[in-house]
């Protein structure tokens, strides 16, 4: 991903856990426990971002309470760096996301909406590896306005900007007033035309401020920022992909048994874009760890096996 950062790869031994019975929310068969019976731990890996390493953890978390032996090896750093290790196997389970992955796998794709995006991953990927459920939660580029714009103009889409009597304003850093999902994408895919403002902080505070102030009336800031929330700003939806859609999905290898998978695509389907937002935000405001917010979001959620 595309702000992820290289670091030092941490190894963390763990014990080996005693399987435990078998839970109402995943029907995990306890014979089935740690691998099919293989003594192999799960190497659970993470890009060297702090969210991706909070959604790992919640698989990590999981899989133990169901009587899995896990080995977490985290902040591993960019794509480039770990998918040979997915691919190879070395690294068991991986949460990803679909557009920048199916990007990497196949450069050329035409896929853009979530769906198509998803099977044309699935199809994709190298035959070592499973595509597990994609999860609602995404990490992308989105196109947000601030929930007074949006009541005053009924803007629920990008396709909504059309209705707007006033002249539009785009935000974002320089590199956006020519890329195909700025200015020109806008007029191609929606019929929108905007003028454009740089703001050099990557969807950061500045541009919230300048959404704020009325200097800019659109900004392109990541779905999963929890700066969306605390700031009550409104992401609009984009129907005709724009922007390559980017759900969350676990990568699985076959140390990946049936019964694991079910529970890492529970946690998936529990996730939505709002609660990823949340998650993050208290890795960045209450500086919590990501073993901290995985636990409390799994007890909340009943995700954790008694």
């Not at 591993?76 to 290790?85: K, V």
């Not at 991953?121 to 929930?147: C, F, G, M, R, W």
């Not at 409104?234 to 049936?258: C, I, K, Q, R, Y």
């Not at 208290?282 to 008694?306: F, H, N, V, Y």
Request: hydrophobic share 40%.
């Amino acid at each position: 991903m595309k702000r992820s950062l290289l670091s030092v790869v941490a190894l963390v031994g763990v014990g080996v856990l005693g399987a435990c019975g078998s839970s109402d929310t995943f029907d995990v068969d306890p014979t089935q426990a740690s691998g099919s019976g293989s003594s192999e731990a799960i190497v659970i890996g993470s890009q060297d971002y702090y969210s991706s390493e909070i959604i790992a953890e919640t698989y990590a978390q999981a899989l133990e309470s169901h009587g899995y032996e896990v080995q977490r090896d985290f902040r591993i750093g960019q794509r480039e760096i770990y998918m040979s290790d997915v691919e190879s196997g070395k690294l068991d389970l991986f949460p990803e996301y679909t557009g920048p992955l199916l990007q990497y796998w196949q450069p050329d794709t035409e896929a853009r909406l979530s769906e198509d995006v998803y099977e044309a991953l699935v199809a994709a990927a190298p035959e070592s590896i499973s595509v597990l459920d994609q999860s609602p939660a995404t990490d992308q580029d989105s196109y947000v306005v601030t929930q007074e714009f949006a009541q005053e103009y009924g803007l629920t889409t990008i396709a909504d900007l059309a209705k707007v009597d006033e002249p539009l304003v785009l935000g974002g850093n320089s590199e956006l007033e020519t890329r195909p999902n700025g200015p020109s994408g806008l007029k191609e895919f929606y019929g929108v035309e905007v003028s454009f403002t740089p703001i050099e902080d990557g969807g950061g505070p500045l541009t919230v401020k300048a959404l704020q102030d009325g200097d800019v009336q659109l900004a392109v800031i990541y779905t999963a920022d929890p700066s969306i929330d605390r700031n009550n700003l409104v992401t609009l939806e984009d129907p005709e992909g724009l922007f390559l859609a980017s759900h969350v999905v676990p990568l699985a290898s076959d140390n990946v048994d049936a019964d694991a998978r079910a529970v890492i695509n529970e946690i998936s389907a529990a996730m939505s874009p709002e609660i990823l937002r949340e998650l993050n935000d208290r890795s960045i405001t209450d500086q919590a760890p990501a073993e901290t917010i995985a636990r409390d979001w799994l007890t909340q959620t009943g995700l954790l096996a008694e």
